[in-house]
């Protein structure tokens, strides 16, 4: 298929940005859309042009990286896949598609369409992790009983890969589904309750310091997750933050 590209392009992060025009041809429905960026790649190579700077790793949909923004969706017109895992098939012959970095304060683009995203990294620094005893007399995990449904949900919530989708779809830029995640994974464990206190209360500490923007429940993270993290979980962690400032 033949496609007309809008990409963004941007030297660094204190240049000005805009968008090209680029097309097309001989695209495989199979392909994957990072596959459909290799060869447009591969092209502008050939034709001595700079390559279309954009993030990746896995391409398995693990590692969250290779997040864009395509047509006004994070990781596109797919559910609950990441960029990597979206097929060209998704798309027609003659399409134009809209390709952008996410779009956050938070988020400042480093060149083309590759963000930086270490807020979420200091974000979980404030308060995503347990204090474990490894002096030799630990406690086996396996031996303390666990409802399965809260083991279930604990693991529902860290299924969360911190790709940013959620800030790119919210209409406040709001960290609150990633941030909740991570509250969520912990709070619903016998493990994490020895700083469940100061755990959501650094956690939104950091994340308001990175500068995201209030959730106004609007619900638009949840359908754009590419693992479906389920605003239930900023609900728990509102719950765990009136406890933990009843408590201070």
Same mark, same amino acid.
């Given at each position: 298929?033949?496609?007309n ?26 392909m994957?859309?990072? =596959?459909?960026?290799?060869?447009l790649? =591969?092209?502008? /190579?050939?034709?001595?042009?700079e390559?279309?700077?954009?993030d990746?790793d896995? *391409?398995?949909? /693990? ?23 979206l ?5 027609n &012959?003659? &399409?134009?598609?809209v /390709? ?5 304060k ?7 369409l590759i ?6 990294? *200091? /974000?979980?620094?404030?308060?995503g ?7 030799g ?14 083991? &279930?949900d604990?693991f529902y919530?860290?299924a969360?890969?911190?790709?940013g ?5 919210c209409?406040n ?8 995640a991570k ?28 500068g ?10 949840e ?12 609900a728990r962690?509102?719950? =765990?933050?009136i ?6």
């Open positions: 298929m033949k496609l590209l809008k990409i963004w392009r941007q030297k660094d992060a204190k240049t000005k940005g805009s968008m090209k025009d680029y097309t097309i041809d001989g695209i495989d429905g199979d994957s859309f990072l =596959e459909m960026m290799d060869v790649n =591969e092209d502008l /190579i050939n034709k001595g042009e390559a279309i700077e954009f990746h896995c *391409r398995e949909g /693990i590692c969250g990286s290779c997040s864009l923004q395509i047509n006004g969706e994070p990781h596109g017109p797919d559910r609950l896949v990441t960029t990597c895992q097929h060209m098939r998704k798309f &012959d003659g &399409d134009t598609i /390709i952008e970095p996410f779009r956050a938070a988020f400042p683009v480093i060149k083309d963000v930086d995203r270490t807020a979420f990294d *200091r /974000i979980q620094q404030a308060g992790y347990i204090s474990i005893n490894t002096s007399n630990t406690q086996d995990a396996n031996s303390i009983p666990i409802n399965k449904e809260d083991a &279930d604990a919530a860290a969360c890969i911190g790709c989708a959620c800030v790119a779809a209409k830029a709001s960290a609150m589904l990633f941030t909740s509250v969520s994974q912990y709070a619903l464990l016998p493990q994490g309750q020895v700083e469940a206190t100061e755990r959501v209360q650094n956690m939104v500490r950091q994340m308001d310091l990175e995201f923007g209030n959730c106004t429940n609007t619900g638009a993270c359908v754009e997750c590419p693992k479906g993290i389920s605003l239930e979980n900023i962690m509102n719950r =765990e933050y406890s933990a400032s009843l408590e201070g």
